[in-house]
């Protein structure tokens, strides 16, 4: 008899969980058929990453494309999705995008309230909505840096502090063999890429000084932010806490997009109060810049 009752127990609750699961596929697919329906493609999707990628794919250079001016590994992530319709792709990015902020936050311990405002950041919305890569730069931050370093290099008004605290790490922790360790595999890549499209980093300035970058999505707030950057990377490097590293990037950058302001509240994950006051923060700022999600 008990056994009888033990068994209909365990039936009932497999019962539950299929029901469970079988219900939330569904609402994700919904989900998923409604932002097909109806979000459309990031234009970071639409005019850089797709047709960059494509280039690259057909072994011209990528740096073809006027508005890409990343290290050409970061294309690498797109390759499954070009083959895909323009909308479809970049569907599926904006939902690895969410999937890895979620993943991101997790990994970090991040407390609800903050990774709630995290998430409900215009910086955040605006990124994902966009179609660009914050969320694969900041992924880097929770690998081992001989990894996470070719990811952090991406885009460094997201990651140049956090590369400057693996370096003081590494040094404290290890001298130039633990430097040497996790530094080598991003110089090399840096070798080999200006090896197969010339020193494409010349592309940069004159992209961010003589086309629209300047302007509508640039907020930055250089030169007169590098006070703020440089106590956050000190307050890092002495307390050996990354999440101030993580917050001084974009006020030591001259050129910092709106959605990359994002990693500013990521720095805040275990301050919940300080995370949703930056978050409205934001909000504001967006506003009074008239870049909206």
Not at 30 to 42: A, D, I, K
Not at 73 to 84: E, G, I, K, T
Not at 273 to 281: Q, R
Request: aromatic share 16%; charged share 10%.
């Amino acid at each position: 008899m008990q056994k009888n009752i033990q068994t209909l127990k365990t039936a009932h609750r497999w019962a539950y969980t299929f029901i469970l699961y079988t219900l939330l596929g569904i609402s994700l697919a919904v989900l998923f058929w409604l932002e097909y329906r109806y979000l459309l493609p990031g234009l970071d999707w639409i005019k850089t990453f797709r047709p960059a990628t494509l280039e690259l794919l057909s072994g011209r250079t990528p740096y073809a494309v006027r508005t890409f001016f990343m290290p050409p590994w970061a294309l690498l992530p797109f390759v499954p999705f070009v083959w895909l319709p323009e909308r479809l792709g970049g569907v599926i990015l904006t939902n690895l995008g969410i999937l890895a902020y979620v993943y991101l936050l997790y990994k970090l311990k991040a407390r609800p309230a903050a990774a709630l405002a995290f998430l409900l950041s215009p910086a955040a919305i605006v990124g994902l909505h966009s179609g660009n890569i914050d969320w694969l730069v900041m992924l880097g931050f929770v690998l081992p840096p001989p990894i996470g370093l070719l990811l952090v290099m991406i885009k460094p008004q997201v990651g140049i502090a956090v590369a400057v605290y693996w370096l003081f790490i590494g040094w404290k922790e290890g001298k130039i063999k633990k430097v040497f360790q996790s530094f080598t595999p991003v110089v090399i890549a840096y070798l080999l890429s200006f090896a197969a499209y010339g020193l494409w980093l010349q592309k940069v300035d004159t992209l961010v000084e003589g086309s629209s970058l300047r302007g509508y999505m640039d907020i930055n707030l250089w030169p007169v932010s590098i006070p703020l950057g440089l106590v956050l990377l000190v307050i890092a490097l002495r307390q050996r806490n990354q999440f101030f590293a993580f917050m001084a990037s974009p006020f030591l950058s001259p050129y910092v997009g709106a959605n990359s302001y994002a990693v500013v509240i990521l720095g805040l994950a275990r301050y919940p109060l300080e995370a949703v006051a930056a978050s409205a923060g934001l909000w504001i700022a967006m506003l009074v810049y008239r870049i909206y999600p």
